[in-house]
């Protein structure tokens, strides 16, 4: 991992931003708090299959709480839905129709960055195959996996962005 400062860090999102791909204000805050950011690819699919996704009531479905979170297994769980995002919305999981637009007009360019955090004790027991907690850029990251999983994309490297110690 290369280790990057405050300065390029904003830089970046704000290329990213100026391009029309969407960053979160809490991203924007956390690049001025205490700690280290560091920059790397994630180069295979099984790295990025294990990074540990959010577990919220929103996503229940594909969260059950006590059970794994790598994204591998929440998009996994997606297929008792039709591996369909809009089964989720017709459910009653709206938190999921952000991923209804990502997945029918997929375009890796829109990938861009990808925010990761350190694992906390409970994640870290919880989903021992799990590499890093996504901290933002959750929608299009279960989209990515689900499509990967379906075999509907081909694996491109993501870049991703580390922020420690544990932001949450």
């Known amino acids: 991992m290369n280790k990057i400062d405050a300065a390029s860090v904003r830089a970046t999102l704000e290329s990213h931003q100026a391009s029309g791909l969407h960053v979160d204000g809490r991203l924007w805050r956390e690049v001025d708090q205490p700690g280290e950011m ?18 919220s009531d ?48 997929f375009d890796y360019g829109k990938m861009d960055l990808v925010t990761l955090t350190l694992l906390n004790d409970p994640e870290r027991r919880e989903t021992p195959a799990g590499n890093y907690y996504i901290y933002d850029g959750v929608h299009k990251s279960i989209v990515l996996a689900k499509r990967l999983l379906r075999r509907e994309t081909e694996y491109e490297p993501v870049q991703v962005l580390l922020l420690t110690p544990r932001r949450s």
Do not use: K, Y
């Open 38 to 55: 560091f920059l790397d690819i994630l180069s295979t699919r099984e790295e990025f299959l294990r990074l540990v996704w959010q577990s």
């Open 58 to 105: 929103a996503t229940r479905p594909l969260t059950p709480v006590g059970e794994p979170r790598t994204l591998s297994d929440c998009a996994n769980r997606l297929s008792t839905f039709g591996w369909e995002f809009q089964a989720l919305v017709e459910a009653g999981f709206e938190w999921f129709r952000r991923c209804v637009d990502i997945d029918a007009a």
